[in-house]
């Protein structure tokens, strides 16, 4: 496909699970993204990714979240030992590089709602 | 710290008027600064961007205004429709650092556009 596929679409899990979702950005983008919405919340940044440099983890919220990227494909989001505090849309975005100005805008997928019960 | 401030969740305005929607940041290695546009269940999706080297940009309808002295950057649409009824997100990047790039959101304000 042409844009950022996200999958699966919708998750239920239970408190304790480890969960993975998975991100497929558009070919040949070099940067990817992970953020989060809670409900009622703006866009809360998790990882960041960028070719070949050392992923940003800062705003990853514990130690029982983790992201891997292999080369500029495909990215997954992995959640040990899910809390209900962790139910949200995690939405995943990609950049043919960095953007600014001569990179205009990072594309997002549709998002995987994450719901802990 | 949130570096991106959208301080109004939400705004509504009557249809044909202008929306002004404001975001304020605190980063001074900012010097990109876009808009996103987000409908229910969907992800978001661009709508205008600006460089700091500017403090004005239009396409269409949406005009982006850059104030960088005070930090502050506004999106006015003019004239508003319904179907721009969604949650706007302003975002800003630094083109240097050790986060080159990295896109830093605002909360979100929820406009609504009545008919």
């Known amino acids: 496909g042409a844009g950022v596929s996200q999958s699966p679409s919708n998750k239920v899990t239970e408190k304790g699970k480890d969960v993975e979702l998975r991100c497929d950005p558009i070919s040949g983008h070099t940067a990817l993204y992970w953020y989060r919405q809670r409900l009622g919340q703006g866009l809360e940044f998790l990882i960041y990714f960028q070719g070949n440099s050392a992923p940003d983890k800062s705003g990853l919220p514990s130690d029982r979240f983790s992201a891997e990227r292999t080369g500029e494909s495909v990215s997954t989001l992995t959640i040990q030992r899910t809390q209900q505090e962790d139910s949200a849309v995690y939405l995943c975005?990609?950049?043919?590089?960095?953007?600014?100005?001569?990179?205009?805008?990072?594309?997002f997928g549709q998002g995987t709602r994450l719901t802990v019960v | 710290d949130q570096q991106v401030k959208q301080n109004s969740p939400s705004l509504s305005v009557q249809e044909g008027r202008i929306s002004i929607l404001n975001c304020d940041y605190t980063n001074s290695m900012f010097d990109y600064f876009l808009w996103y546009k987000k409908y229910p269940a969907e992800g978001p999706t661009f709508l205008i961007s600006i460089s700091s080297i500017k403090d004005k940009n239009e396409d269409g309808r949406f005009t982006v205004f850059l104030n960088k002295s005070a930090k502050h950057l506004s999106l006015h649409i003019v004239p508003s429709q319904p179907g721009d009824s969604a949650v706007y997100f302003c975002a800003a990047s630094a083109q240097g650092g050790t986060s080159y790039g990295k896109l830093t959101f605002g909360q979100g304000t929820i406009l609504t556009v009545h008919p």
């Open positions: 975005a990609s950049s043919y590089d960095r953007v600014g100005p001569m990179n205009t805008e990072a594309f």
